[in-house]
DNA sequence: TGATTTTTGTTCATCGTTGTACTTTATTGT
DNA sequence: ACAATAAAGTACAACGATGAACAAAAATCA
């Protein structure tokens, strides 16, 4: 019932993460904008990108490292390959798993989104100097690997004060 | 066509920015659970912070500072009402607005909520000293701040290089 | 004053994401 | 080999967010 505790909007990093999340939220926004003539959203576009670099990785492997659901997948994917931008092989080995390629007329878009996307990121960040976003990198990196390792082994509860 | 342009991944501020979009997801990943058991999602502490800030703000005011549309929030806050965490009273002078309040229980668990918050956000970025999330801040609110000019004068097309 | 335009909020159809339940295929244990 | 368990992918219902179309109430302007 006491108020005279320090609001959270006075915190250092409560700011910092507001303005975080207010920054994805928007880069979000305008990256969709962005994306709108090549006819694909920021999803598909970072699965684009993820087999573009991994390519012949399953739906499973491609869910985790998106942070999403594998049900999520089974939905995109197949409007992706509909669209004729990746295709999906069964393994040989294993009869369970789809394994995931990019076609011709994939890579191409994919190429040119992410010129769009790199091009945005650019311009967003141009003021922040390369040393400056190279520790912003570290600092989010590890938030990342925290939080990963905090959602298979949830916190305890009696971590207020 | 040539593929010799450094890929995005290279780009330091393309790095940076993929980790702060995950470390953002994953942000919201556990705020959502962590907020549970007080049977309110991020959207919902998000609404009840800004009207612990600005108490009697309209509909329209939270929407711009939340940064989602307005028929958001038409579906969100009648619900928050049904629960009995805040109040819709009409403006006397202009009958368009409805002015929100927080009720008792309102302000009670946007408390308990920001505490469970701050907690998380403390943890994950403990490691990272005051000052570099005062950087962070400051960089990351001059983003928002690119991103909104854009967002009502869309950039010209031929930016790319 | 009276007509046009803006603004505020709602409704609705659509889409993406989630979690759960389910099928099929591998793996493990006896 | 056979049964039980685990893993990969799918189907589906629920929910949040969006944008467009709409109604009501100002504001603007002739």
């Keep these: 019932m006491n108020k005279n505790q320090p609001l959270p909007w006075d915190h250092p990093r409560f700011r910092s993460w507001v303005a975080v999340a207010r920054a994805c939220q928007l880069m979000q926004q305008s990256l969709t904008r962005a994306l709108v003539h090549l006819d694909i959203k920021p999803p598909h576009l970072d699965i684009l990108v993820n087999l573009f670099r991994f390519e012949g990785i399953s739906q499973q492997e491609l869910a985790r490292k998106l942070l999403v659901g594998r049900s999520n997948m089974s939905m995109l ?33 994919t190429e040119e989104a992410m010129t769009i996307q790199t091009a945005l990121i650019d311009w967003t960040l141009s003021d922040t100097p390369i040393e400056e976003c190279e520790a912003i990198a570290v600092h989010m990196e590890r938030v990342v690997g925290l939080l990963i390792q905090e959602e298979r082994q949830p916190l305890e509860p009696a971590g207020d004060q």
């Design 77 to 109: 994917l197949p409007q992706m390959e509909n669209r004729g931008l990746i295709e999906r092989r069964g393994d040989k080995q294993d009869k369970r798993v789809l394994r995931l390629y990019l076609t011709e007329e994939g890579r191409r878009v």
